[in-house]
């Protein structure tokens, strides 16, 4: 069975610490991306990549970086983490060609206190 | 702009029967492709139904079928014998890249009651 894992269900951290939230795919993809849901507003893309070492700027990076070292990780990263970063991330993974489904991890709620 | 919109925030309906979760959406491409996704109380994204814009029949999966009216801009998720698991996020989503990104519309949380 696919799977995209993410390393923590629920994260508690407080502001102005550097937070890392990781992704893992076992199906090969080459594309990744990082969302962030808020009530009221969807899913909103922060980054995205389509292979190693390659990343690419969703519609809210502001205040996040991403890492790509290796296909099958893609790491999000808050440079100082504030209160509004308060959110559930999710990571997804799809194959490059054709429109096909992303598969998402099971998600990270993170609270910044 | 590229903008999908989901107009129900939260809807009921009786088990057993059908529903309807609408979407519209916006873009001047002519080839794009329409995801539905369900997301319970647990979090995890579970992908329901595709449809691509091309496609000259609407899409079905098991109870899921996608009413696609193209000249309308619309993709709407029709859910038939609703069962009390059905109870979760909705989400429409639309690609215009293939294998790339995803704007999503702001979901409907569908509530069935016994």
């Known amino acids: 069975d696919v799977k995209v894992t993410q390393s923590s269900r629920y994260l508690v951290k407080r502001t102005g610490e550097k937070v890392f939230l990781e992704c893992v795919q076992d199906?090969?993809?080459?594309?990744m991306f990082w969302y962030r849901q808020d009530p009221g507003l969807g899913l909103r893309l922060i980054y995205f990549s389509y292979d190693v070492k390659m990343k690419e700027k969703g519609d809210i990076p502001e205040g996040y970086s991403v890492s790509r070292e290796k296909k099958e990780r893609f790491s999000l990263i808050l440079e100082s983490a504030s209160t509004n970063q308060t959110s559930m991330y999710l990571c997804a993974s799809s194959p490059p060609t054709g429109y096909q489904p992303q598969h998402f991890g099971d998600g990270t709620r993170l609270s910044i206190l | 702009a590229q903008k999908i919109t989901q107009t129900q925030p939260g809807m009921f309906v009786q088990e057993k029967e059908a529903v309807t979760l609408d979407c519209t959406y916006d873009?001047?491409?002519?080839?794009?492709?329409l995801f539905w996704y369900k997301q319970p109380s647990s979090g995890e994204m579970i992908f329901l139904i595709y449809q691509g814009s091309y496609d000259q029949q609407n899409a079905t999966e098991g109870r899921y079928s996608l009413n696609f009216q193209k000249a309308r801009k619309s993709a709407n998720l029709v859910i038939s014998a609703s069962q009390l698991g059905d109870s979760a996020m909705y989400f429409c989503?639309?690609?215009?890249?293939?294998?790339?990104?995803?704007?999503f519309g702001q979901g409907t949380e569908l509530s069935v009651k016994p």
């Open positions: 989503a639309m690609s215009h890249n293939q294998g790339g990104k995803l704007i």
């Open positions: 199906m090969d993809h080459e594309n």
């Open positions: 873009t001047s491409d002519p080839s794009y492709g």
